[in-house]
């Protein structure tokens, strides 16, 4: 299993957001978190990021703790947050060099992926400029490209879509089911069923912390973006 | 090692893209700092230079005495002598007292605020004035019997002033290392926790396979030497504005290595506020305190320069350094390792407790 949670839950101060949530997801699997705000869905998405340290249960990402081992669970997890920043005074490009290298790339390994990634994701008219000036839709593509730079086994997204345009969201929508049949498992939380079985082949819906039910969403899989095979 | 320098690398290059702070950075100090020692010092001036301004209250021998304040002291002519004193309309007030009318003046009483710089300058020239009146009945007396002026001084004092020392701007430069040290460490440090916390940068950086170490002595490295430049922006202007000038180059490399170790434990103690605030702001708040600590600490050293502790006192020994070579001295070498190793050790210490914070949420 890529992403196993066994009854986890997690507390902030008086107030518990996660209350024994059980999920599994395999590799080439993409799960839907659905559910209103408040659900738990973003909590579920950090304590699998290794973010957000479980109160209780157990969380494990391809068999590594995310309490106990947490840089080995950063190193095969891949994570778009809802509200990510990004350093506007650096372009694009500079971004995902620096990112690169901390996922242990060497400079010009970390150079080749980030220009195969800006490829990919269609970035090159503005992967130059500095990312203040990015639209919404262009740093949740840097973001996407960041998440898969180090080329990791999960994929995490929360909300990707939110607030980015109808081609925006095709190609983010499209990229994530290329991940998945990819073999690669992504985790994908967002408010819209719609979306999520649009995008996913299963789907879970949470609510008040806990798993209410589960359904499988039968969804094309497609192995490129816009006709590239994802790098 | 190679990730906290890649961290180090890209907060550099994206505090030297920053226009605004290296505007402010550079401009701020640069300006202000000699512009207020100017302006400070001349006003200074003008008041020792000027006759003290005091109220006398009205008597003939008031009037005689007043004949002998040429230069020394100006009478303010004011309704309630008290209230004008009160109100620093004026700094003494004058009372003169006669054994009788037309008789030698017997007591001249001096009201002034005790601790008011300017009451102290006017008590003296008002003693000076005294003096004066004094001096030929003195001279009478002493003739009547016998006697001059000289059996009244055996010993002569004279002055022979010569040029240098530092002057009131000079003697700033010790704080002006420790208190710009601070500002840019601790504005830097806010901007790279708290204030990524907000932007939503910080839970992106924290995702990434970077140990706890390297992220938080490459953000140090970001803080440090943006304290110590800014620093040594201050005090190369604070020295330009002060009567002494340039120190030299070893004593100048003292006043770096006082940046140095300010900035040092600057840094770290701000990170690790900057690791526990929710926004930059926050961050702010509770750095504020710790800059007012740094700047009473380094106030009050100069009354502890000559207690041998001191120089183990982090902060409070950078200051000690900088106060020695602003004066063109240079400090023991003792002196230097303390101030080097304490600052590494109490920063060392900061360090570990930022790396225990990065993950707390």
Not at chain 2, 66 to 76: D, I
Not at chain 2, 300 to 305: D, N, P, R, Y
Request: hydrophobic share 50%.
């Amino acid at each position: 299993m890529s992403v196993e949670l066994e009854g986890v839950r997690k507390r902030y101060g008086p107030l518990e957001v996660l209350r024994g949530v059980t999920l599994r997801a395999a590799p080439g699997e993409a799960v839907g978190l659905v559910g209103p705000n408040g659900a738990g869905k973003t909590t579920t998405l950090r304590v699998l990021a290794a973010l957000a340290r479980p109160t209780g249960g157990v969380a494990r990402v391809c068999g590594w703790d995310v309490a106990r081992h947490p840089d080995q669970v950063r190193r095969r997890v891949g994570f778009v947050a809802e509200q990510s920043g990004v350093y506007g005074r650096l372009s694009g490009l500079e971004i995902l060099e620096y990112f690169g290298v901390l996922y242990g790339l060497a400079r010009s390994e970390a150079r080749r992926r980030a220009e195969q990634l800006v490829s990919w994701l269609g970035m090159e008219k503005f992967c130059g400029r500095p990312a203040s000036t990015y639209s919404r839709g262009m740093r949740q593509r840097l973001h996407v490209a960041r998440a898969l730079l180090h080329d990791p086994e999960v994929l995490l997204l929360d909300e990707p879509t939110t607030g980015l345009d109808a081609s925006t969201c095709r190609l983010v929508r499209e990229a994530v089911r290329s991940l998945a049949r990819q073999g690669r498992c992504v985790v994908l939380a967002t408010h819209s069923a719609e979306e999520a079985s649009h995008v996913c082949s299963r789907v879970v819906h949470l609510a008040e912390g806990t798993v209410q039910h589960e359904e499988a969403a039968h969804y094309p899989l497609r192995a490129t973006v816009e006709g590239h095979p994802v790098p | 090692m190679r990730r906290a320098w890649a961290v180090a690398a890209k907060e550099l290059l994206d505090l030297s893209r920053d226009r605004r702070a290296l505007l402010l950075g550079l401009l701020v100090p640069a300006l202000s700092v000699p512009l207020l020692s100017l302006l400070v010092e001349a006003d200074t001036s003008r008041r020792l230079s000027s006759p003290a301004r005091v109220a006398v209250v009205r008597s003939a021998g008031a009037e005689e005495l007043l004949r002998f304040a040429q230069g020394l002291v100006e009478a303010v002519p004011v309704a309630d002598a008290q209230e004008a004193l009160r109100t620093g309309q004026v700094s003494a007030v004058v009372e003169v007292r006669q054994a009788d009318k037309g008789g030698a003046l017997q007591e001249v009483v001096v009201r002034y605020r005790a601790r008011d710089p300017e009451g102290l300058v006017a008590r003296e020239r008002v003693a000076q004035v005294v003096a004066r009146y004094s001096l030929p009945l003195v001279d009478r007396a002493l003739r009547a019997h016998g006697l001059d002026r000289e059996a009244l001084t055996p010993v002569r004092l004279r002055d022979e002033p010569v040029p240098g020392g530092a002057g009131w701007a000079g003697s700033l430069v010790p704080l002006v290392v420790v208190v710009w040290s601070f500002a840019g460490a601790s504005l830097v440090a806010a901007d790279l926790t708290a204030g990524e916390k907000e932007r939503g940068a910080w839970d992106i950086l924290r995702c990434a396979p970077v140990s706890r170490w390297s992220l938080v002595a490459g953000k140090f490295v970001a803080c440090w030497w943006a304290g110590t430049a800014l620093a040594a922006v201050a005090t190369a202007a604070q020295l330009a504005a002060s009567a002494a000038g340039f120190p030299g180059i070893p004593q100048a490399v003292v006043l770096l290595l006082a940046a140095a170790c300010a900035s040092a434990l600057a840094g770290g103690a701000s990170l690790a506020v900057g690791m526990v605030s929710r926004s930059a702001r926050e961050a702010h708040q509770w750095t504020f305190p710790l800059y007012l600590l740094a700047m009473a600490g380094a106030t009050g050293s100069g009354s502890l320069a000559g207690w041998p502790p001191a120089a183990a006192v982090p902060v409070l020994n950078a200051f000690l350094l900088a106060q020695r070579a602003a004066a063109g001295g240079l400090p023991e070498a003792s002196q230097l390792a303390w101030a080097v190793a304490t600052s590494a050790a109490a920063c060392a210490l900061l360090l570990a407790t930022c790396t225990r914070l990065v993950d707390r949420e």
